[in-house]
């Protein structure tokens, strides 16, 4: 059974709608396509993302313990990250929508590009006082010593998150503004929250002082001294085989290499549907609405191509002498418009594949000959997986 939504396929309502078949079909039912694979892969991102959190503050609280010099200096560290995490999440209010993605990873992203941040500071402010200075003097000094690394460091990566937002994926967008402003924030909060927090956390940094857990690292700095040019030569020898085997990997982009990977429910719902019915992968065409004649001639083309496994187009709808006005308009409006026609084509393939592209590109070429111009919106529409979002299907 196909069907059709009335919104796009990341909308709530359509993730209600699947949860309602479902309930309705029970454990008989199984379910794939891209509106499946989006609900699929945000709630696995949501709940990986809680447990890839969690676990991201443990290790990082540990790591704090073995090398800071105070049981209490791990506590204030994750405050304030704490603090400056929850300003960027909040503010995302103003950019109006946020993707899920952009939404779990950002957190876990914040806490590993900004914590050095803090550990500049707290590092700057026990060696001022180790100088014989008043709490407040030892401060001051220690904003003006570390002020030029932390701008630096941030500004870099404010930058490198910003250069994501020049891309043509929104996404990029996206993502970018929300973790360039998260690393803002990490700057605003250990310049200007920390400070306080350290001063008020000091007498338990005092009470709660350790001797170093790690060793001195000066004999190992010698030794990466002494092999200075050995390393140069290293690098030199492996960068060109490196260089060839980055460009020798295959890539997967398609949501079906995420929210229907193997593992999930959609990737078993999709093997078991495949073993009934055989591999299928809609491709959905839309050209402009001309010729009734031309339309019929196009479907049958299509259909003769050895890896089609169905298509569906009004002209093949409908029985041969039969105009289209006797069919209802909740029927038609599926596969015509004033303007357009609509047609879905089933292919044998993989959705992700160099098969795939090949056969979208014969058909899409087949497609090319109807006269007038084809409506695109910017988007391939004769791509594998294409989906559209007006109507979710």
Avoid at 7 to 23: F, L, N, W
Avoid at 51 to 75: D, G, K, Q
Avoid at 225 to 249: H, K
Avoid at 330 to 358: D, N, P, W
Wanted: hydrophobic share 45%; net charge negative; with cysteine.
């Amino acid at each position: 059974m196909d069907v059709t939504f009335d919104e796009g396929d990341t909308s709530q309502k359509t993730s209600r709608a699947i949860d309602e078949m479902k309930a309705v079909t029970g454990d008989k039912g199984y379910y794939v396509g891209m509106a499946v694979q989006n609900k699929s892969l945000t709630e696995n991102v949501e709940s990986e993302m809680n447990l890839i959190l969690t676990v991201a503050v443990i290790m990082i609280f540990v790591v704090l313990c073995i090398t800071t010099n105070a049981w209490s200096e791990p506590f204030l560290f994750l405050l304030v990250m704490g603090v400056a995490i929850l300003l960027n999440r909040g503010t995302n209010i103003f950019i109006g929508t946020v993707s899920f993605l952009t939404n779990n990873v950002a957190m876990v992203l914040q806490l590993a590009t900004s914590m050095d941040y803090s550990i500049f500071l707290l590092d700057a402010f026990s060696r001022e006082k180790q100088k014989g200075l008043s709490e407040e003097e030892a401060m001051v000094g220690a904003i003006d010593a570390a002020i030029n690394s932390i701008f630096a460091s941030s500004l870099t990566t404010v930058v490198g998150f910003l250069a994501l937002v020049f891309m043509n994926f929104t996404i990029g967008f996206d993502m970018g503004l929300v973790l360039a402003k998260g690393i803002i924030f990490s700057l605003i909060s250990v310049l200007f929250f920390m400070p306080a927090m350290i001063l008020k956390f000091e007498k338990w940094n005092t009470k709660t002082h350790h001797r170093p857990f790690l060793p001195s690292f000066r004999g190992f700095s010698q030794w990466v001294y002494r092999m200075r040019y050995a390393s140069l030569i290293i690098m030199v020898l492996l960068a060109p085989p490196a260089y060839v085997a980055q460009g020798m990997n295959d890539f997967l982009f398609g949501n079906s290499a995420v929210g229907a990977s193997e593992g999930t429910q959609v990737y078993a719902d999709d093997e078991a549907i495949v073993e009934k019915f055989g591999r299928s992968n809609m491709l959905l065409a839309l050209y402009p609405n001309t010729s009734p004649v031309t339309e019929k001639a196009m479907s049958e083309e299509i259909d003769a191509l050895p890896y089609v496994k169905s298509v569906t187009s009004l002209p093949d709808t409908l029985p041969q002498g039969i105009p289209e006005e006797f069919l209802p308009y909740s029927v038609t409006s599926q596969l015509h418009t004033e303007g357009y026609c609509r047609m879905l084509i089933y292919i044998r393939t993989k959705t992700e594949s160099s098969q795939a592209f090949q056969c979208a590109d014969e058909i899409e070429g087949i497609i090319k000959i109807l006269p007038g111009k084809f409506l695109s919106g910017g988007r391939n529409p004769f791509h594998p997986g294409y989906q559209n979002d007006d109507n979710g299907g």
